[in-house]
């Protein structure tokens, strides 16, 4: 089973000749998997919006204790 693929491992990478080769940015978009799930974005958002006020808080809560 380890040699299944003997016959093909070192033969070179195939270049179609009819197709142009699809630009990084097309092709990492192709697996962006969470893009698609509805109100993904919203919801890091404002994950992302509460991290934030919190992190400010702590910060004030800090700058009071410093002497």
Do not use: C
């Not at 092709?27 to 400010?56: D, I």
């Amino acid at each position: 089973m380890k040699d299944s693929y003997a016959d093909i491992i070192n033969l070179p990478h195939h270049v179609s000749k009819r197709h142009r080769q699809m630009p990084l940015e097309e092709r990492a978009a192709q697996f962006a998997p969470f893009a698609a799930l509805e109100g993904h974005a919203a919801a890091v958002s404002s994950t992302a919006q509460r991290v934030r006020l919190q992190m400010e808080e702590q910060e004030k809560q800090q700058a009071g204790w410093d002497f």
